[in-house]
C-alpha cells in the first residue's frame, strides 16, 4: 500500500512511495502527529540520483521488520534536498557541526518542535567498520527518548543555540578589489594541481565557477598563469573519464585525482556551468576542443535532459542495470576489450582500447574501463575515431538507461538557459537558442505562474508546493539576462528586473548580506544563509552578479548598491578560501571592470551584436536593436543613433563613454576582443 509520498511531484519521494515505512513529507502536520504520540521525528534526506540514498533505502526502508519498529517508534519524514535545499541546509549544518562531516543520505532525530538532537548519514543494516546498524540507532533513540528525555531536550536545545549563535561574519564594509583577487589567484595557484589540472586531490570536483573567475581574471589582467590553468583544468576533464567520451555531458565528480573514473550521476547544473564555461574559454582562446567540448555538452543537456514540457530535468542515475540485470553504477557508460570486439571487431576494437584508454585489467570495476583520451596514441584518423564513437554509442543506446530525475529546478534551468544562449549565439546555433528561450517561457508561465513569486520546482508542467530561495532568482535572472543579450528582446530584461526586485524586498537584510530564504517563508530552526559556492553559485553570490549585470542595463542605484552590498562576502572569503566562492570572485572581476556596457544601434545578430558577445571584458552586458522601438525595450539603447545610417556600436563604464564605432574590429578591440 502506498504511503503519504504518492501524492508528491517529487521523483525522489516517489521513490519511496511503496515503502512500508509511514512516511510524511515535511510538513506542519507531520511534527503535529509527532506532539500528539510523544514520539521523536526521523528526518531522512536525500535526491533522486544519490547512489547512497538508494543502497539505504533498499537495506534498510524496504524491509518490513525495519519499517515496523520506526512506524511504531517515530513519525518519518523525508525531504527531496532539491525540493527543500533550506530544510537540508539547515540540518547539515547542524550534522557538520556535530560529527565534522555531511553528506547525503542525511538521517537527523528531531523533537516535535523540529531540533535536532542525534545525528548521521548513511547507516548499514548490520553493524560495521565501528558504526552501528540502523536499526541500532533507532533503538538507541527511541530508549534515550523514553528514558532520558530532559538529556534530550538539553542537546537539542543547545544545538539550537549553537546554530543561532553562528551569525555570519559579513565581512565588513567595501568591495573586492584588486588585492583581493590577487591573493585569491595566490590561493588557486597554491591549490591547483600541476600533474592534471584541477585542485585539491581526490575526489575532484570540476571547478567550473573559478574557471570562469580565471578567465575574467586574464581578460581584465592579462595573467598567464590564470589563463593556463583554466585552459589545463578543461582540457585534462574534456579528456578523462569524467566526461562522456560519446555521447557528451560531464559527470559529477571524478574519484581519483586524475580525473579517471567518475562518480557516474550527470546533474544538470555542473553540465550547464560547463558548458558556459567551455564556450567562454573558446571566446578567449578560440580552443577547438573547447568549442567542441561547449556545443556537444550542450547537444546532450537537450538531447537527455529536456522535458517535454520544454524544461531541463535535473539529473540521470549514477545507476543502470548491467548485462546480468544487476542495478549498478556505471553499467551504462563503461566497456571491457570484450565489448569493443562485439561491437567493431578486432581490427577497430584494437584502435579503440588504444584511444579510449580500455586496458585488459580495467580502470573501474570488474574487469571495465572508462572511456578517456589518454593521449599517448600519437596522430589518428579523425574519420576512424568519427566512425567507431557513433558505432559505440549507437551499441550503447541497447543498454539500460539509467532513471532520469524529471523534476524541473528553477535554479538550475536558469543556468541551462544562460549557457545555452550564449553557446547558440557564439556557435551559430539558432535551435540552441530556440532551446533556451523555451525553457525560460516554461519558468515564466509554470513557476512565476499566478502567484507572482517563483515556485522552486516542477514536474510534468504543475509546480510544486515549495516556495524557490535567494538561488532560483538569482540564477533565473542571469539566464533571463543572458537570452536578453543575445536575443535582442527586452521582455527578458523586464522578467529579470521583477525577480530582482524580489530579492531586494524579500531576501535582503541589513549592510548588504542576503538570506537563503524570503522574509515571509517558513520558518526553520535557522534561517538559512550560505554564501558559499559548491556545485552552483550560492543564492548569494547569483544574485549579486545578476543585481550588477541588471544595474548596468539599466542604471538602477539600488540594485547596483545591492550588488556591492552583497560583495562584502567576497572581500572576506575571496583570499582565504578561493574554491569555494568562484561565482563570487567572477561577479567581483566584472565589477572591477565597470562593468562594461555595451548598446549596438543595429540589428539583432548583425556583425557588431556578434563581435559585443564574443567581448572578453568581464561582464560586460550587451543590447541590441534598431528602430524608434528600441530604447522601449533596452533603457541602454535610449538616445543611442545609428552614425551615417550605419549599425553603430557604444561601450561605456564607469560613466564615461567611448566614442561610437560602425567597425567591428574596433569594437573587438575596446572589449579586450
Not at 29 to 41: G, I, L, Q, T
Not at 500 to 516: A, H, P, R
Amino acid at each position: 500500500m502506498a504511503n503519504r509520498l504518492a501524492q508528491t511531484t517529487s521523483p525522489y519521494l516517489l521513490q519511496h512511495a511503496d515503502n512500508p515505512v509511514d512516511w510524511w513529507p515535511w510538513s506542519p502536520e507531520a511534527f503535529e502527529e509527532a506532539r500528539k504520540r510523544d514520539v521523536p521525528v526521523l528526518l531522512s534526506v536525500g535526491y533522486a540520483s544519490c547512489h547512497w540514498c538508494h543502497v539505504m533505502a533498499h537495506e534498510s526502508f524496504e524491509d518490513e521488520t525495519v519499517a515496523a519498529y520506526l512506524n511504531a517508534h517515530f513519525v518519518p519524514v523525508k525531504v527531496d534536498r532539491e525540493e527543500r535545499p533550506d530544510v537540508d541546509a539547515v540540518y547539515m549544518e547542524a550534522v557538520q557541526a556535530a560529527t565534522g562531516h555531511g553528506g547525503w543520505p542525511m538521517t537527523v532525530f528531531l523533537t516535535a518542535d523540529a531540533e535536532p538532537f542525534y545525528f548521521g548519514t548513511y547507516f548499514p543494516p548490520e553493524a560495521r567498520h565501528g558504526s552501528p546498524s540502523f536499526q541500532q540507532v533507532l533503538e538507541g533513540v527511541a530508549a534515550a527518548w523514553t528514558d532520558r528525555r530532559e538529556e534530550v531536550a538539553e542537546v537539542a536545545g543547545r544545538i539550537v543555540a549553537d546554530l543561532a549563535g553562528r551569525s555570519l561574519v559579513h565581512g565588513g564594509d567595501g568591495v573586492p578589489g584588486e588585492q583581493e583577487t590577487a591573493q585569491a589567484l595566490l590561493g588557486l595557484i597554491r591549490e591547483y594541481d600541476e600533474q592534471h589540472g584541477g585542485f585539491g586531490g581526490a575526489p575532484k570536483f570540476p571547478p567550473s565557477m573559478a574557471v570562469e573567475f580565471l578567465l575574467r581574471h586574464y581578460a581584465r589582467t592579462g595573467s598567464e598563469g590564470a589563463l593556463q590553468m583554466a585552459a589545463d583544468t578543461c582540457s585534462a576533464m574534456a579528456r578523462g573519464g569524467i566526461y562522456d567520451q560519446l555521447g557528451g555531458g560531464f559527470a559529477r565528480y571524478s574519484v581519483d585525482r586524475e580525473w579517471v573514473v567518475p562518480h557516474f550521476e550527470k546533474m544538470l547544473y555542473d553540465n550547464a556551468l560547463l558548458c558556459r564555461v567551455y564556450a567562454h574559454l573558446w571566446r578567449t582562446t578560440g580552443s577547438d576542443e573547447a568549442r567542441r567540448i561547449a556545443l556537444e555538452t550542450a547537444d546532450f543537456m537537450v538531447r537527455e535532459l529536456r522535458t517535454a514540457e520544454g524544461g531541463f530535468a535535473s539529473a540521470l542515475d549514477a545507476d543502470s542495470e548491467d548485462a546480468d540485470g544487476r542495478h549498478v553504477e556505471g553499467a551504462f557508460y563503461v566497456w571491457t576489450p570484450g565489448q569493443l570486439r562485439e561491437v567493431l571487431g578486432e581490427d577497430d576494437a584494437a584502435f579503440a582500447a588504444a584511444y579510449f584508454g580500455v586496458t585488459e585489467e580495467g580502470t573501474f570495476e570488474e574487469g571495465a574501463s572508462v572511456l578517456r583520451l589518454p593521449g599517448d596514441t600519437g596522430p589518428v584518423d579523425a574519420a576512424r575515431v568519427a566512425d567507431v564513437r557513433a558505432r559505440l554509442l549507437a551499441a550503447r543506446a541497447e543498454r539500460p538507461r539509467p532513471g532520469r530525475d524529471d523534476k524541473v529546478v528553477a535554479a538550475w534551468n536558469g543556468l541551462a538557459i544562460a549557457a545555452l544562449a550564449e553557446t547558440g549565439a557564439y556557435f551559430d546555433r539558432p535551435d540552441l537558442v530556440e532551446r533556451a528561450t523555451e525553457a525560460a517561457d516554461l519558468l515564466v508561465r509554470v513557476h512565476l505562474g499566478e502567484v507572482a513569486r517563483l515556485t522552486r520546482t516542477s514536474k510534468d508542467g504543475r509546480a510544486g508546493d515549495n516556495a524557490g530561495v535567494l538561488e532560483d532568482y538569482g540564477d533565473v535572472a542571469e539566464g533571463f539576462l543572458a537570452l536578453a543579450a543575445v536575443t535582442g528582446e527586452g521582455a527578458w530584461l523586464e522578467f529579470a528586473g521583477f525577480l530582482l526586485d524580489i530579492v531586494l524586498e524579500q531576501f535582503t537584510g541589513e549592510g548588504g548580506q542576503l538570506y537563503d530564504t524570503a522574509h515571509d517563508a517558513e520558518q526553520l530552526i535557522r534561517r538559512p544563509q550560505d554564501p558559499t559556492d559548491s556545485a552552483t553559485p550560492s543564492g548569494w553570490t547569483a544574485a549579486a552578479g545578476a543585481l550588477l549585470s541588471y544595474a548596468a542595463y539599466t542604471g538602477s542605484e539600488a540594485h547596483r548598491t545591492a550588488a556591492e552590498g552583497a560583495l562584502g562576502v567576497v572581500k572576506a572569503l575571496g583570499p582565504r578560501v578561493p574554491r569555494f566562492v568562484g561565482w563570487g570572485l567572477a561577479v567581483a572581476e566584472a565589477l572591477l571592470d565597470g562593468p562594461r556596457e555595451v548598446a549596438v544601434a543595429g540589428p539583432v545578430g548583425g556583425e557588431l551584436h556578434r563581435t559585443a558577445l564574443l567581448g572578453r571584458a568581464p561582464g560586460a552586458v550587451v543590447a541590441a536593436g534598431e528602430g524608434p522601438g528600441a530604447g522601449a525595450e533596452f533603457p541602454l539603447l535610449v538616445d543611442r543613433p545609428q552614425v551615417g545610417g550605419e549599425p553603430t556600436a557604444y561601450v561605456c563604464r564607469h560613466f564615461v563613454c567611448d566614442a561610437p564605432t560602425t567597425d567591428a574590429a574596433e569594437l573587438a578591440t575596446k572589449l579586450g576582443g
